[in-house]
């Protein structure tokens, strides 16, 4: 009898260990194919890792774009400008684009002085140039540079990438 209890313990603690083993192996292919994966992840570059010689220099050169960033200059500006010796006016609500935070929030510093240099600029317009689509762009363009200038002065490096009208009203 003791002879068929050992039979009996030893033939299942083969099946046991049989499945521990089966367990261990599959265990391990999954183990080495996700190593195998990681290791070609990381060699190709996909994982940053592995970069070829020179792809360092290329990737240092080219900067990451920043998303733009807008700055409203309000209120509106109302300005009397000329018009074939009548007193016209001009209200222009403008908007700044940059993708430098820094340079947005130099602006916000210095709006005294931009919204006096934009209201001298918008003075100096007259009717017949603001009628058409090109003489708005040379305005957008001027207060362009107008902006860029005081930064310039103001902080030493200038930003300003776009001039936006977001209400442009002539009478």
Known sequence: ???????????????????KGLLLIIVGVIVLVAASVGATLFFTGALGGGEEEGAGEHAAAEPTEQPP????LNPEFIV???????VSYLQVDI???SRDGAVIKALE????RVRAE?????????YEQLRSREGKEKLAADIRQTLNDILKKETGKQGVEAVYFTSFIMQ
């Open 109 to 112: 510093t210095h709006k005294p």
């Open 118 to 126: 934009l209201l001298m600029l918008l003075s100096t317009q007259s």
């Open 80 to 86: 009397n400008f000329e018009n074939q010796n009548r």
């Open 1 to 19: 009898m003791a002879k068929d209890d050992e039979l009996e313990l030893s033939s299942d603690g083969g099946k046991q260990g049989g499945k």
């Open 69 to 72: 960033k807008y700055l409203d």
């Open 95 to 97: 908007q700044v684009m």
